[in-house]
């Protein structure tokens, strides 16, 4: 009998993922170091590199020698937008409006940016980016599995 291998995607599926969400923590530190926060978007660009490199390599493993250079495009584009979507511009935007309404309420409210208030917008962003991932995730799926993967040929995407 054969025992079927269960395979880990390491960039989706382990706390690899959390590269991804570099740029969250930089939003959430522009308040107070703001030059965190370039570096922070380009580790996680970094890492949807390294995914979509992955999944471009194991699309030539998979056809044994006979590759379709269109087939392993389309996975890049594919994994590219997704990463692109779900790790860096819309957790990356939705971070930045989190610390800059907590930034603006601190700012309008008797005692401004003194002592831990200053800190404040920096704590709220990152407490939010668990809460983000996983809606953020399936937001992404969803949209590009109804506007974009329909268009793909069949044998290319899941």
């Keep these: 009998m054969k025992e079927r291998v269960e395979t880990v995607d390491v960039w989706r599926e382990t706390s690899v993922r959390y590269l991804g969400y570099a740029n969250e923590i930089g ?10 926060v370039r570096p922070s978007y380009a580790l996680a660009f970094g890492y949807c590199i390294g995914d ?3 999944k471009a390599y ?4 998979q056809s044994a020698g006979n590759v379709s250079y269109h087939k392993v495009a389309l996975t890049c ?9 779900a790790s860096v511009l819309i957790p990356g935007f939705t971070i930045n409006k989190v610390v800059k309404l907590t930034q603006y309420a601190v700012n309008h409210t008797a005692g ?8 404040l917008p920096t704590v709220f962003g990152l ?3 668990p809460i983000i991932i996983k809606p953020i995730d399936e937001f992404v799926d969803l949209s590009l599995d109804s506007l974009v993967r329909p268009f793909y040929p069949d044998h290319v995407h899941k």
């Design 27 to 36: 939003e959430a530190f522009r308040p107070v170091f703001p030059k965190f």
């Design 52 to 54: 979509t490199v992955d």
């Design 58 to 61: 194991k699309t030539c493993q």
């Design 77 to 85: 584009f594919d994994t590219l937008l997704w990463q692109t979507l």
């Design 112 to 119: 401004g940016r003194t002592g831990f208030r200053m800190f």
């Design 127 to 129: 407490s939010c980016i």
